[in-house]
């Protein structure tokens, strides 16, 4: 039987690979949107597969796509977080009058 490919499996992979990738070099919390478009797809995909598994070829590149998704996701809050704490340093520092807080 000829197998198709699975639609949306090179996207998925794709939107995997920009969540991590972005995440680490420039654009943290905007990677989580790469992220949540991955794991859409990667849903949708999987549900395409389950209907009819003999119709398309085996889904590694929607299971490889949906890790990178999870850990550009983690990564992007873990930026987010620290995103936000060196902000809450900086506008402490601004509202101390250039001191440095002791009072934490």
């Given at each position: 039987?000829?197998?198709?490919?699975?639609?949306?499996?090179?996207?998925?992979?794709?939107?995997?690979?920009?969540?991590?990738?972005?995440?680490?070099?420039?654009?943290?919390?905007?990677?989580?949107?790469?992220?949540?478009?991955?794991?859409?797809?990667?849903?949708?995909?999987?549900?395409?597969?389950?209907?009819n598994p003999e119709l398309y070829?085996?889904?590694?590149?929607?299971?490889?796509?949906?890790?990178?998704?999870?850990?550009?996701?983690?990564?992007?809050?873990?930026?987010?977080?620290?995103?936000?704490a060196y902000f809450g340093f900086?506008?402490?520092v601004i509202s101390n009058n250039?001191?440095?807080?002791?009072?934490?």
């Amino acid at each position: 039987m000829n197998q198709q490919k699975l639609p949306g499996a090179s996207t998925v992979l794709t939107m995997g690979i920009l969540a991590t990738v972005g995440s680490l070099i420039c654009c943290g919390p905007f990677a989580a949107i790469f992220s949540v478009i991955g794991l859409v797809q990667a849903n949708k995909a999987e549900k395409l597969y389950q209907e009819n598994p003999e119709l398309y070829e085996d889904y590694g590149n929607i299971k490889t796509g949906r890790i990178l998704s999870y850990i550009g996701l983690a990564l992007s809050i873990i930026v987010l977080i620290l995103y936000i704490a060196y902000f809450g340093f900086i506008m402490a520092v601004i509202s101390n009058n250039g001191e440095f807080p002791t009072d934490f």
